[in-house]
């Protein structure tokens, strides 16, 4: 069992990273990728939000949505995941409102620091895409707490290298109409093929 | 006459100079995922095109009754509604492809490029030029992923739509497929060197956003 949750872990940050290997969140990756503080800071609060989000919309879809999930209410016939989509949105969205209140509230420092990315991370194709992958692979509670944790970690192990490189890029000399955009994609590709040397480990 | 023109330069400018993967940078999260086959890839384009249209149309028609400070979330739900369609859609009559496809049509919700439409151009727009917008985005979104689809099939497995288009004589001659180019850093590669050479012909634009 424990094996199973650190293999888990070394996946989502590894093999499985959610950007590298299933491109989520790529559009927040490109733009804030430029200043390696700020990305940090992005990653982090990517990291936090995975981990309180996707652990919530299993309690959601196990409780409320999955077919037969709403026996307890006397109700074992009723299917509601076609929901799924919109409730999962609403979730993330009421939780990172709730954590950017929580945080203004008890930390001023985390929330000078975290604070502006919060709104920006509701819609984050990775937080979404979390979720419904925690769906599609038929996770337990513990795996998706995992699962969560760990995509949030490699997302912020990927964007925080793409910053690193992206510093020593600016005195490269590309090619004109490569700088920017494309030399971004270019350099994320060969980091993924890094990434995937990784799936020798395992446990 | 005149109508008509501004209609079709609203459908035809995200095609080519305002294309909102190449240029704009905008919904590659979703896009790069399913161009390993041309199938699934234009099955997303399909589904993409009919969700930006059609939630563009709608937002548009309510634009003057939502109330300004909550139009992010009011915006969010018609687009799920749509992307819902969609997806009930694909698993009832295209079973197989929407299994491939797996959790991103649900992803559309969060594809920058509804919103961005959304809050760019509907909100501020009659509605049946948001529909044009749309569907213009729509298709270049969709030929961008086609592009890259038709690359890593051909290349990758020497296939187009999933009938083998590389004559055996070819593979007896030792030709051999290229299996990089079905895996994930193929993608982001590819895509690097069209936004390259896009920005080569049209001269540039603006640099470094």
């Known amino acids: ?203 | 006459m005149k109508i008509k023109s501004k209609a079709l330069k609203i459908l035809l400018r995200p095609i080519w100079t305002d294309n909102p993967v190449n240029i704009q940078m905008l919904g590659i999260c979703s896009a790069l995922a399913v161009t390993v086959q041309l199938k699934t890839a234009f099955v997303m384009a399909l589904s993409m095109t009919f969700a930006v249209s059609c939630s563009s149309f709608m937002i548009s028609l309510m634009r003057k009754q939502i109330p300004k400070n909550i139009r992010i979330i009011v915006e969010l739900s018609v687009i799920s509604t749509f992307v819902i369609i969609t997806d009930e859609f694909l698993r009832a009559y295209m079973y197989d492809i929407s299994k491939q496809l797996s959790v991103f049509v649900g992803l559309i919700i969060t594809n920058c490029i509804v919103m961005g439409r959304a809050e760019a151009f509907a909100l501020s727009n009659p509605s049946h030029l948001a529909f044009i917008d749309g569907i213009g985005n729509g298709a270049g979104y969709g030929s961008v992923l086609m592009l890259i689809a038709f690359i890593r099939e051909l290349l990758g497995s020497g296939n187009l739509f999933g009938f083998q288009v590389v004559p055996d004589a070819v593979y007896a001659l030792g030709y051999e497929d290229a299996g990089f180019m079905l895996l994930a850093p193929a993608a982001f590669i590819i895509i690097g060197l069209m936004v390259w050479l896009q920005k080569t012909l049209t001269k540039g634009g603006e640099s470094d956003k």
């Open chain 1, 1 to 203: 069992m424990t094996e199973n949750l650190v293999g888990l872990f070394l996946y989502s940050v590894f093999t499985g990273n959610i950007l590298l290997a299933y491109f989520l969140g790529m559009c927040s990756f490109v733009a804030v990728s430029k200043n390696i503080n700020t990305a940090i800071g992005l990653g982090l609060a990517v990291v936090f939000v995975l981990t309180v989000t996707t652990p919530a919309n299993w309690l959601i879809y196990h409780y409320l949505l999955a077919p037969g999930a709403l026996a307890w209410a006397g109700l074992p016939d009723v299917d509601l995941s076609f929901f799924k989509f919109i409730l999962f949105i609403a979730v993330i969205a009421a939780m990172v409102q709730a954590i950017e209140i929580l945080i203004d509230r008890f930390s001023a420092a985390l929330y000078a620091g975290l604070g502006v990315f919060l709104p920006l991370i509701a819609v984050n194709c990775a937080i979404l895409g979390a979720s419904l992958f925690m769906v599609e692979r038929n996770q337990t509670f513990l795996e998706s707490v995992i699962f969560g944790f760990g995509s949030g970690v490699g997302w912020l192990m990927a964007i925080t290298s793409m910053a690193a490189i992206r510093i020593k890029l600016r005195y490269a000399d590309p090619p004109p109409g490569m700088e920017g955009y494309a030399l971004t994609m270019i350099v994320t590709g060969l980091m993924a093929m890094a990434f995937m040397l990784f799936s020798g480990i395992s446990f």
